[in-house]
């Protein structure tokens, strides 16, 4: 039988019903990071790890009206636009394995182009640490800093947010708390634009790598570069045995790494 709920909606009809809190917020999510997990995992030839997948969902999320804030974390899920971006060249990411393990006091920048003004830009750095001591009032483990900065200069920090919005300039204002960073920017400039993580201190290296890892995702009108190089060419393969193939091609002018599929 149907269930009124005071939230429900005039399209819900007598078959649907809405409703909220975690445990449906957690079952929605999972079910959107399955289906992100497929998209980029055919997109992009490779398994993203659970840090790509955390910012890039973050990086879509709508956050309403209001902004981000405690009881309504970073926004609603927009699996489409997240998953559009990565499939019509119109957002970036970069995961664990393409961007550079951070000891303290290490940075890592890299660069991409913003095309339109009139479209949003978020940017989500996310990364996976050591588990923290039980009870603590401090949690963090290892905190990573994240900066972007616009083509004219202004510097946005990772969770300085007014309302929706990132604070342009903040000074030396920034998060110690969360393994999470997000920068927000409702009409940014058109240009080039540089992402910046900084390893504030990394007491503790993950298991099996060299310093702390992490990902970055943005959505909006954005691009890795301006004008991508072009596809390699004399391009061969060899099989050596043993399931060992060796494939070769010619260098591109420009080009910073070769993905396979």
């Given amino acids: 039988s149907y269930a009124a709920q005071l939230w429900d909606q005039g399209w819900t009809g007598p078959e649907l019903a809405l409703n909220t809190g975690t445990s449906q917020a957690c079952a929605l999510a999972a079910g959107a990071g399955a289906v992100l997990h497929e998209v980029m995992w055919r997109t992009r030839g490779r398994r993203p790890s659970p840090a790509l997948l955390k910012a890039a969902l973050v990086a879509g999320a709508d956050a309403g009206p209001d902004g981000v804030a405690f009881d309504r974390g970073w926004g609603r899920l927009d699996l489409d636009g997240t998953a559009r971006g990565l499939t019509d060249g119109t957002g970036v990411s970069l995961d664990q394995n393409e961007t550079t393990e951070l000891n303290t006091g290490e940075s890592y920048s890299s660069t991409?182009?913003?095309?339109?003004?009139?479209?949003?830009?978020?940017?989500?750095?996310?990364?996976?640490?050591?588990?923290?001591?039980?009870?603590?009032?401090?949690p963090l483990v290892n905190d990573l800093d994240l900066t972007l900065t616009s083509p004219s200069g202004t510097v946005f920090r990772g969770n300085v947010f007014s309302g929706r919005w990132s604070v342009p300039d903040p000074g030396g204002d920034r998060d110690s708390d969360n393994n999470v960073e997000v920068v927000r920017i409702e009409n940014p400039e058109t240009g080039t634009w540089m992402v910046r993580v900084v390893a504030g201190d990394v007491p503790q290296i993950p298991v099996g790598l060299t310093g702390q890892d992490f990902a970055v995702a943005a959505t909006g009108d954005a691009a890795p570069c301006a004008s991508p190089p072009s596809a390699p060419t004399l391009v061969t393969a060899d099989d050596l045995g043993a399931n060992l193939v060796r494939v070769e091609w010619s260098a591109v002018s420009g080009a910073t790494r070769?993905?396979?599929?």
């Fill in 258 to 261: 070769y993905e396979v599929s």
């Fill in 112 to 138: 991409f182009v913003v095309d339109a003004s009139d479209v949003q830009l978020a940017l989500a750095l996310a990364w996976t640490e050591p588990p923290g001591e039980a009870d603590a009032l401090h």
